[in-house]
């Protein structure tokens, strides 16, 4: 009788190196998609980041160019370190200087009513509520951006140095009209000011821990899913600011 042949099949050890082969290409091809889905998921955030910014730095800058404009210098200082209205007056309050809020005093073009226009930055931890506010000086006081985690205001006169805030809250003190609240005189030095904004993603899942890149801490553990905070800053001059003389 004959030699019987062997019947062709794979021994155990192919069958485990090609079984490895496969589990490492099936992770490989994990990780490529698990990356591209975290950047799908992260460019619509990072674009309205970008956006909140934009609108954050417009209104800003609208108001902040027209300060003074249509106003007497000797009679009101057309840029003040606080919040100024009916409502939540600062100075009633004893707070003549904050960082992250600033009113402006014009009068619009074709107008002879002063209007004026505070933003300031409201922070609620609790509510994880962080945006920045205007306020009308009346009535209407609502959010213009939200998840806005950074907002500072440094004022500077002539020269390259900020002027100290001591010096904008502790007179000599002048009168707008009979029974007004008075104001710093210094506060009629300001020639520009430089802003600082900071924004986070809207999304807990886009942050990780709280640190240099994000202000407040999300649930993300993976840093291929990290959208760190954005910043600007931008410096405005005040155009229609004159010397007191």
């Given at each position: 009788m004959g030699r019987l042949a062997p019947a062709d099949g794979?021994?155990?050890?192919?069958?485990?190196?090609?079984?490895?082969?496969?589990?490492?290409?099936?992770?490989?091809?994990?990780?490529?998609?698990?990356?591209?889905?975290?950047?799908?998921?992260?460019?619509?955030?990072?674009?309205?980041?970008?956006?909140?910014?934009?609108?954050?730095?417009?209104?800003?800058?609208?108001?902040l160019m027209q300060a003074g404009a249509g106003l007497d210098p000797l009679i009101a200082a057309p840029v003040m370190p606080y919040r100024v209205g009916a409502r939540d007056n600062d100075p009633d309050l004893g707070v003549l200087y904050r960082s992250d809020a600033v009113s402006v005093l014009y009068v619009p073009p074709g107008e002879s009513i002063v209007v004026s226009h505070t933003y300031y930055a409201k922070?609620?931890?609790?509510?994880?509520?962080?945006?920045?506010?205007?306020?009308?000086?009346?009535?209407?006081?609502?959010?213009?951006?939200?998840?806005?985690?950074g907002l500072r205001f440094d004022y500077f006169g002539d020269g390259p140095v900020p002027l100290d805030p001591a010096i904008l809250q502790d007179g000599p003190w002048t009168t707008d009209e009979p029974g007004a609240p008075m104001f710093d005189a210094d506060l009629l030095q300001i020639r520009r000011i430089h802003v600082f904004l900071r924004v986070q993603a809207a999304l807990d899942s886009m942050r990780g821990p709280a640190?240099?890149?994000f202000a407040h801490a999300g649930t993300s553990t993976s840093a291929e899913r990290y959208l760190p905070d954005l910043?600007?800053?931008?410096?405005?001059?005040?155009?229609?600011?004159?010397?007191?003389?």
């Open positions: 794979f021994t155990v050890a192919e069958l485990l190196i090609a079984t490895a082969i496969t589990f490492t290409v099936t992770l490989a091809l994990l990780e490529v998609v698990d990356r591209a889905r975290a950047s799908f998921e992260a460019q619509p955030e990072r674009s309205d980041m970008h956006q909140r910014l934009r609108v954050a730095v417009e209104a800003l800058t609208r108001d922070n609620d931890d609790d509510a994880g509520t962080f945006q920045l506010m205007h306020y009308d000086g009346a009535s209407t006081d609502l959010p213009v951006v939200d998840h806005v985690v640190g240099v890149l910043e600007a800053s931008f410096d405005v001059a005040l155009r229609n600011t004159k010397m007191k003389s």
